[in-house]
């Protein structure tokens, strides 16, 4: 009996321990995928962030080598060696943008004129023809480029435009501009990104040690090219020692690091195993990537498969004491008598179920406390993407805007110097006049900014008493540029009377500003496009509808409309979010936003939104 008794002993413990680990294996297992799917997640949203950063960055000065041939002094640099002139130009210009050099070249790449004319190292004399940037150029392109300087050794994007005098090419303008700032914001994010070009070499990354590193070894026939175009400035160009662990798709993956580097020359530790998602850049042939760290994930899965494991023991452990017990008690209670029997199986019972509804309250309470953080999570979420569609909407006007206010400071340059002319003869009439013209300019461009800044506010999305007509109108005023550089026309009809829709003026410009640029996007090409807007107020509802004139949705736009990523516009014109995010802002308002065909041609957008039952206050 002793010898059987410890052989079933032996048996339970081996098969608790069994069940324990497999449900520790499979816990690690469970938690470690979603835990990397909740970081794939993560890492696009970063990377959509960071992409749109580096298009910033770089628009910003994008125009500038091309303004260089609109200046007169410059061309006749190129005939006539107007070279002092042009340097303290080009220096003052240098100054004002913040770019690190501007400088022009002849046709044969030497540099005639630059901002750093002052320096011991100008590259006033130097012969810049082997740059890939020049010879872009030259063929009538535009050039981009990052690379090295040759003199200064500085790293640094290279944008470069031919410089024409009518039909002749007479020259090349040249602007390097420093995206070290860029760099540096990028320092404080917790997860390692770094932007490699089309050789594999990392030109931009948040941890310094990895800059000028390669995805890939280089051979000897493309280290020799390099050396031609010095790019990288003879470089080591090392391996950054990656080893390819799994692999999702073309653009993800999961790697590991298999080198260590200095701790002085990194902000990251560099060991270990990373999530490795990648993104080609949109008009380069530069990739980002962003590398999202493991051992989190890893430990707190095993953490997790540990608990598990202990838990599935304990819970073992209890289900034999309590076994052991409930047979110890029916050898007590056998003798007893038949009342006194089914007293306590009474008692057993309930004590049993009253355990089982306790555990149930339990798991209600949680999954109560685990619905309501998801809620405030998805809340979060939704306001910080309905944002982010507002700042890419500025990015797509920035260049109308720039160009409003371009108008009026070339205005006020030209009038300010007349004033100073006009009062050094003494002609104070016209100098009144014209500084009179100048407070209206300003007041213009005040009013530009103004719109752009109110749209640009973080709002908190409560819906309030808003007249329509106001919110139509500032969204029509942000596009200006835009409408009158397409010839396009807007033709409205209100009620006479004042409508006030319930919902958040400052989102719903973001709504009006989308539906307003898909109809432009619509008519593009057509020689008179024209937008109509019309709103009309039923049943305590008010339907307000952007039409356009172009061919129309097809069957399978109009299936998919508002589904996110979908878009009917070429690669590049869009991420397909906008009437995602548009539909959800109407419907946070209690409104419908729906989409159809005219019947007259052209496509229709129809916004429905909640009468207001008061005017707003004054």
Known sequence: MPFRRSLRLALVFVAVALVAAAVALATYRLSQQQALLELQATGRHRLDLYSASLEREISKYAYFPAT????????????????????????????????????????????????NWRQPDSFVGEDLSFRPYF???????????????????????????????????????????????????????????????????????????????????????????????????????????????ARFDEQTSIIRMAREKSETTSVYPISGEFLAQSQPLVGSSWTLTVYSNLDQVNEMSAIRAVVAGVTTVLLCIVTLMFNERRKHLQDRLAAREALQKAYDELERKVEERTLDLSMANQKLQDEVAERVRAERTLRAAQDELIQAGKLAVIGQLSAGIVHELNQPLAALRTLSANTTRFLERGDEATARANLERIGQLVDRMGQITGELKSFARKSSGQPRPTDLRQIVSNAVALLGQRLRSSGARVAYRFPDTPAYALCDPNRMEQVLINLIGNALDAMAGQASPQVDITADVRDRTIRLAVRDHGTGLSDDALSRLFEPFFTTKEAGQGLGLGLAISAGIVGDFGGALSGSNHPDGGAVFTLELPLAENEPSS
């Open 68 to 115: 260089l041939g609109l200046e007169r002094d410059v061309l006749d640099l190129l005939d006539a060696r107007l070279t002092s002139k042009v340097n303290h130009y080009l220096e003052e210009l240098n100054q004002r943008a913040g770019t690190l050099s501007i400088y022009i070249m002849n046709r044969t790449g030497r540099v005639l004129a630059s901002s």
């Open 135 to 245: 010879r872009d150029a030259m063929e009538g392109g535009t050039g981009r480029f990052f690379g090295i300087g040759t003199t200064r050794g500085e790293p640094g994007y290279y944008l470069s435009s031919p410089l024409k005098n009518g039909d002749n090419m007479i020259g090349v303008a040249v602007v390097k501009v420093s995206l070290e700032q860029l760099e540096k914001s990028w320092s404080t994010v917790e997860a390692p990104v770094f932007v490699n070009d089309e050789n594999g070499v990392i030109i931009l990354s948040s941890v310094p040690a990895w800059k000028f590193s390669t995805l890939r070894p280089i051979d000897e026939k493309t280290r020799a090219a390099f050396d031609r175009t010095q790019q990288y400035s003879r470089r080591a160009l090392e391996p950054l020692g990656l080893r390819e662990i």
